[in-house]
């Protein structure tokens, strides 16, 4: 039998600095997917849910679809992302019902928004450069969890 894993800490989590900048961005996502929703009680909306994949990207100790909706119970997480305590159906359903071709745009702004780097001391000890070859994370996006 299997230990049971310990619950996710506020003070294991990190990254939250990121959130103030992207919460922005991610408003257009908020409606996405709500049309499905004939009952209207949609409580996970897509800004929240790429938040939340987001966290999970920037945390290691998130390392599954329960580690993420652990995370979503904190305080902390609900108040900075601008989310709900998500359940794991939810979580599970959203990689169905949001479209994460979505997250281009945003996506594209973002990276409009980078500088190359020129130089940086620990980039000189790499042999060659560093590309980026092409987007194919992004239609996968929705699907990472």
């Known amino acids: 039998m299997r230990a049971k894993r310990e619950k996710i ?3 294991q989590l990190q990254g939250f600095k990121y959130f103030k900048a992207l919460s922005g961005l991610l408003e257009s996502l908020h409606d996405v997917g709500c049309q499905r929703d004939r009952a209207g009680n949609r409580q996970l ?3 929240q849910y790429m938040s939340l994949l987001l966290l999970y990207m920037f945390n290691p100790i998130c390392t599954s679809l329960r580690a993420v909706q652990q995370a979503s119970e904190l305080q902390k997480v609900q108040r900075l992302l601008g989310c709900p305590r998500a359940s794991l159906g939810s979580l599970s359903e959203s990689a169905r019902v949001f479209d994460s071709t979505l997250m281009q745009e ?3 702004h973002l990276s409009d928004k980078l500088k190359p780097i020129s130089s940086h001391s620990k980039l000189e000890d790499l042999p060659g450069a560093l590309i980026a070859v092409d987007g194919t994370l992004i239609p996968a ?3 990472m969890t």
Do not use: A, G, Q
Request: charged share 40%; net charge negative.
């Open 45 to 47: 909306h897509m800004d």
């Open 9 to 11: 800490k506020e003070n």
């Open 141 to 143: 996006l929705s699907k």
């Open 106 to 108: 945003i996506i594209e």
